[in-house]
């Protein structure tokens, strides 16, 4: 058993690997925890009313892994209650149905972990430099950070 306010290693990752929210809620689940919510962002069929094929994602991941932490950092310093935080997002061509980015937050109580997931899906998804190119069945565009561009290549 951990003791009391003890932290794992936390888990800021960005991967080619597929994720698992499995893996993920275990890495936050502590015994000082009651609550544990994850979030799971799949790759979604349709996009702008037209059939999407597949996504990609690019990523410099060090980049991005450091933007993930900072997130980490603010969501521990604004819950106290907040006992552990892990976030991965998936790099590379993903199909429909697989899992591109994968949050998990354990807290004290429920509320916490609630709110605290949340403000990191949504700060993750305002500030880490992560591109997502919809390839549809008739083109692709790219769809990134709100005036960012993406990787050259």
Known sequence: MLPARERREPVYRVTTEPLSADALAEAVTVPEAG?????LGVVRARSAGRRVVALEYEAHAPMAEAKLKEIGEVVYRRWPGVKQVAMAHRIGRLGIGEASVVIAVSAAHRADAFEACQFAIDRL?????????????????WVGLQGESPPAG
């Open 35 to 39: 609550g544990v919510s994850v979030f």
């Open 125 to 141: 998804k305002e500030t880490v430099p992560i591109w997502k190119r919809e390839i549809f069945e008739d083109g692709a565009v």
